[in-house]
């Protein structure tokens, strides 16, 4: 079969990579792709937003399945828009139909759902700027830090974790005047969860579900987690405490009330699930839906997948997924990110990436890098993963920082310390 594949990221690189690896596929294209994804297949320069022109190379390819990688397509409604269209509606599409798809472009749907199927999640309430003085004295009910949410999309930045009472007031005030735009004129107000977080993720056709690899990341651009959040500057997977215990009531608990909502409310789902998680005292709270893989997350879980992929969006596509056997690696992987200078603040593009054909014995993922004749250049803040087998964490991580000092670039930044609060 031919295979569309949206987007540019990392994510997009370790889904490529393991696409490229199924006996299934014919041919692979990646829209717009970036300077790693080419060793995958063909980059297309096509903006996975521009539905049209998604259509249009999707015919011109004969794509027989479309995966769709970042959140925004999805939100946009992608799906209804191949399902809608008699040239297109035949390919089978990996990721939900915007009713789906509001789980993450909707914390208010995403709260109100959980809520209606008993799913556990922080104590909260919904403002817009009409009820501001109302938002006010409901901080009163709660105990700092304060935890303030955009509505909508808001590329990663929409979440505010303040500790000061007036701070929060004032960041509130500046959210309905526009400071995520749209995003924000909705607002979520919540406790503060206090624990460790874990990612989890499943891939479902809407009745079935399989539970793969877990991971934790690291937000912080600083090491000990210290200094404003980023999209993320490294991943562990799996996770030492999510044990058996802890993951039977991440199942029964989360997931299959998840799937099993969905179901009942009459939405559709065909896709990842990304449960960003909070372990309080050993008990999983959800703290947010994602309806796509995770970043870095995918660069240290889709390693760690043995079974072939290909076939397990076959399983989605034609709602056979329980007739497929997921086998996972049990080594660790750690990755770790080399992000630009100045990140997640202002940072230059186009440095010379060298040193890539040094690295040993661990796999490279490009997130923003760029391909100009045979040179690789940065096209990002974060530039690229570096992911690395090991028996334990500290094996893996060594290994995955060891090959980020071989990697060279002008300005390059990465964390030393990921997985540092996992006892290793």
């Known amino acids: ?78 799906h209804d828009f191949f399902l809608n269209d008699p040239q297109v509606k035949h390919i089978n599409v ?18 109100q759902f959980m809520q209606r199927h008993s799913i556990p999640t922080a104590h909260y309430k919904i403002f817009t700027k009409e009820s501001i003085n109302e938002a006010f004295r409901f901080f ?9 949410k955009a509505d909508g999309l808001a590329a990663g930045k929409g979440v505010l974790i303040i500790n000061d009472l007036q701070e929060a007031k004032a960041n509130l005030s500046e959210m309905f005047e526009g400071k995520f735009g749209e995003a924000g004129l909705k607002v979520v107000l919540e406790q503060y969860l206090k624990g460790i977080e874990i990612s989890v993720f499943i891939i479902t056709d809407g009745i079935h579900y399989k539970i793969l690899p877990e991971a934790k990341d690291y937000k912080r651009i600083g090491e000990g987690d210290t200094g404003p959040n980023t999209g993320g500057m490294g991943a562990i997977s799996p996770v030492p405490f999510a044990d058996k215990n802890f993951m039977e009531k991440v199942e029964q608990r989360i997931i299959v009330p998840t799937v099993k909502g969905l179901l009942e409310d009459g939405i559709p789902y065909k896709g990842f699930i990304f449960f960003g998680l909070m372990n309080v005292d050993g008990y999983p709270y959800v703290i947010e839906y994602n309806v796509r893989m995770g970043d870095p997350e995918s660069e240290s879980v889709i390693p760690r997948i043995k079974s072939d992929i290909v076939d397990f969006f076959e399983g989605v596509a034609n709602q056979t997924l329980n007739e497929k056997e997921l086998e996972i690696d049990k080594r660790t992987v750690a990755t770790v990110i080399l992000a630009s200078k100045g990140y997640p603040g202002d940072y230059q593009k186009r440095k010379v990436i060298e040193n890539l054909c040094m690295v040993d014995d661990s796999l490279i993922f490009h997130a923003g890098t760029k391909l100009e004749g045979d040179t690789i250049i940065s096209n990002g803040g974060r530039v690229l993963a570096v992911s690395s087998f090991g028996s334990n964490i500290n094996e893996a991580i060594n290994k995955s920082n060891k090959n980020a000092g071989i990697i060279n670039f002008e300005g390059k930044y990465f964390r030393k310390d990921i997985g540092f609060d996992l006892n290793i």
């Open 1 to 78: 079969m031919n295979i569309l594949l949206l987007g540019s990221g990392g994510r997009e690189h370790a889904l490529a990579w393991k696409i490229a690896g199924s006996k299934k596929i014919n041919n692979l294209f990646i829209a717009p792709g970036n300077g790693g994804t080419s060793n995958c297949g063909s980059n297309l320069p096509v903006n996975p937003e521009d539905f049209d022109a998604v259509k249009k190379i999707s015919l011109e390819h004969n794509i027989t399945l479309l995966v769709v990688g970042p959140e925004a397509p999805l939100v946009m409604g992608i």
């Open 94 to 111: 990996i990721g939900p139909t915007q009713a789906g798809a509001r789980l993450e472009g909707s914390k208010d749907f995403a709260k």
């Open 140 to 148: 009163n009910e709660l105990a700092p830090p304060y935890v303030l």
